[in-house]
């Protein structure tokens, strides 16, 4: 089965920094890009970055100058290092990749990791 199992979240206070982790599994096609997405209570899921073979990587806005994400090809793994985080970005975070993959009709998404940003 495909499975996207992300690690990394917890509580950290504001201006402090936090390391997400992701691992891909169960993929029988290529992946060409993986990335990370995050939903925060009552808002959709929004893309926060992500990085294709070969390229550089992309960032929304709000991540540019304080996210760095990294690819390990071999491993099917993403990371994503965030750093002097404020509280709009405490949410849940989620991995996945391109193509998406599917299941039954429907997109694979993981359970995520809960970041919350609070003194």
């Known amino acids: 089965q495909v499975q996207l199992v992300e690690s990394g979240g917890g509580l950290v206070q504001p201006g402090g920094s936090l390391t997400l982790s992701c691992t891909a599994s169960?993929?029988?096609?290529?992946?060409?890009?993986m990335g990370w997405y995050r939903q925060a209570p009552g808002q959709a899921r929004d893309l926060v970055a992500m990085v294709a073979t070969g390229q550089a990587p992309h960032y929304k806005g709000f991540a540019k100058g304080r996210f760095t994400i990294s690819r390990d090809i071999a491993k099917n793994t993403v990371t994503l290092q965030m750093n002097n985080l404020n509280a709009d970005d405490s949410a849940v975070y989620y991995c996945?990749?391109?193509?998406?993959?599917?299941?039954?009709?429907?997109?694979?998404w993981g359970k995520g990791t809960l970041v919350t940003v609070s003194s």
């Open positions: 169960g993929i029988t096609y290529g992946i060409n890009a």
């Open positions: 996945n990749v391109w193509p998406r993959p599917t299941q039954n009709g429907e997109d694979v």
